[in-house]
């Protein structure tokens, strides 16, 4: 039976990985802070949770153990946390580490935390340049990708078979930050239009992370030092984003569809971009990949799973509506006070 150690598996790469590897036959250990963050499924599945400080290198070492046929890290974010997988990548027959396509940079320097927004030739493939790599705060805009940069030279000019994984907009089941949610919770809220930014076109590419998953399995039984894209086969618009739920939900709302001139306020979402952000997946399929699904496909349990935690059916924690993060994205006054005007014969557009 091969064995896999996955660093910070408890999260949602790692438990849909998990799921993946368990459902091939293989032994799973899983390292993480908490014990309950382990999904009852994969445990009972077979799945071992290793307790493990990310930057503790012996209990890093001890979760390795004797070897491993796989390694995937899925919280490495700069070049000291890449440094210490260092000595226990000789005991791994594949590692993979979790990038992200935040690395990349159009012809003008910009990349998608700037503040002027990136506009890429094309798909994007792994040659395109990235940012120069730094350090500093990991979680900052600017930091983010420098540090992941850093981070992915520190194993690759290690000289061992590392896969560096890039994946874009990710989702699924037991995301920390559902994007997704921002719809969901619309429908649930019985709300009867649907506000978007730009007409809805902003395109800027999903991975499921089952898809993740998928390839992480192909890389496993192929080991070689690369660097992989790792997206939906299929590339959504927020508009389509916003239609699939919606369908899945069985739910009907009026498309308030808005122009460029129009109130900032309204129509915001995760997946703005005045230029489409595509990642080119053509390097994974020719090493044998087949994706798990579509987004619509892939979609589907993240919505069901945020459906069951809002109606308390099964335990998490969701967002409120005046979250940092989702607040602007749900404001219903400014909507509503919209829509008055739309009725009354404003004229607002």
């Known amino acids: 039976m091969p064995r896999s150690v996955i660093i910070g598996g408890t999260g949602l790469i790692g438990r849909a990985t998990a799921r993946r590897l368990l459902a091939a ?108 790599p730094g350090g500093g705060d990991h979680m900052s805009r600017e930091g983010y990708g420098a540090n992941k940069v850093a981070a992915e030279q520190v194993l690759l000019d290690s000289g061992h078979p590392v896969t560096v994984v890039r994946p874009s907009k990710i989702h699924g089941a037991g995301a920390a930050r559902a994007r997704e949610w921002m719809f969901v919770k619309r429908v649930l809220d019985r709300r009867p239009a ?51 739920i919606a ?30 952000i595509v990642l080119d997946m053509t390097a994974a399929i020719d090493l044998g990949y087949t994706p798990a699904g579509d987004y619509a496909a892939t979609v589907a349990e993240e919505v069901e799973w945020l459906v069951a935690v809002a109606s308390g059916a099964e335990a998490g924690a969701l967002p409120g509506a005046d979250d940092d993060f989702f607040g602007p994205l749900l404001d219903y006054t400014a909507e509503d006070r919209y829509l008055a005007a739309v009725a009354g014969g404003g004229g607002v557009r």
């Not at 395109?203 to 030092?225: C, Q």
């Not at 939900?249 to 230029?275: F, I, S, Y």
Request: glycine content about 8%; overall charge negative.
């Open 25 to 132: 036959g293989w032994e799973v250990d899983l390292t993480g802070r908490d014990p309950a963050h382990l999904p009852a499924d994969v445990a009972a599945d077979g799945a071992r949770f290793v307790a493990a400080e990310r930057d503790d290198p012996a209990q890093l070492a001890a979760a390795l153990g004797d070897g491993a046929d796989l390694l995937v890290d899925c919280i490495c974010y700069t070049a000291d946390d890449a440094a210490l997988l260092l000595p226990m990548l000789g005991e791994a027959g594949s590692t993979v580490m979790i990038s992200s396509k935040a690395v990349y940079a159009d012809a003008a320097g910009h990349h998608t935390n700037s503040d002027t927004a990136p506009r890429f030739d094309g798909p994007i493939r792994e040659t395109q340049p990235t940012m120069a």
């Open 194 to 244: 649907v506000f978007l930014a730009h007409r809805g076109a902003g395109v800027d590419h999903t991975t499921a992370a089952a898809n993740i998953a998928a390839l992480i399995e192909v890389v496993a039984a192929k080991p070689g030092r690369r660097i992989l894209n790792s997206a939906d086969p299929d590339a959504p618009s927020a508009l389509e984003i916003a239609r699939t």
């Open 247 to 276: 369908r899945q939900l069985g739910h009907r709302w009026d498309e308030v569809l808005l122009d460029d001139d129009a109130d900032q306020a309204l129509g915001r979402h995760p997946w703005e971009a005045p230029h489409p």
